[in-house]
């Protein structure tokens, strides 16, 4: 079986960091892609240059996704998604700083699976990776060619 892959789309460089190493932690054998915002996640699902092979960006089994990022944020990376009748099944988390109710309605309602606040600290985000990696079962929400 080959690895499940995860879409890391955050602008943060440091947030990004965290994040594989919580990936890391948990020894799960997963490929990360990291994406710096949301029109480098449309890229890549539309297959744009330099996201055109699928050996090296394979289709997600799991997109960890920020609201706030310059160019395309979250929330309509999400509705574009959704669009896509391609990715309707895929695991969209909602990964951010941001605990504002409109946030976190706005993800629920355009289809996003889950919704976290980025913790503050290390122990806690390991917690949350943990937790998002329920999502990475071979259940029927794998992208169909």
């Known amino acids: 079986m080959s690895k499940q892959t ?3 789309v955050d602008d943060s460089s440091g947030d990004r960091l965290v994040i594989r190493r919580a990936f890391e932690r948990t020894r799960r054998d997963v490929k990360l892609v990291e994406l710096i915002d949301g029109e480098e996640l449309v890229n890549y699902i539309e297959r744009k240059i330099p996201f055109k092979d699928m050996v090296l960006y394979p289709e997600p089994d799991l997109i960890l996704l920020d609201i706030n990022m310059r160019r395309l944020d979250g929330i309509q990376a999400l509705k574009l998604l959704r669009s896509k009748e391609k990715y309707a099944k895929v ?3 909602m990964l951010t700083t941001s605990s504002r109710e409109q946030d976190i309605n706005q993800s629920y309602e355009y289809g ?4 976290i606040t980025k ?3 290390f122990k806690d985000f ?3 990776i943990s937790d998002v990696c329920n999502y990475l079962d071979p259940s029927d929400h794998a992208v169909s060619a």
Not at 112 to 115: H, K, L, Q
């Open 6 to 8: 995860v879409l890391v």
């Open 91 to 93: 695991p969209v988390v």
């Open 112 to 115: 996003g699976t889950d919704y």
């Open 119 to 121: 913790p503050e600290n």
């Open 126 to 128: 390991m917690q949350a």
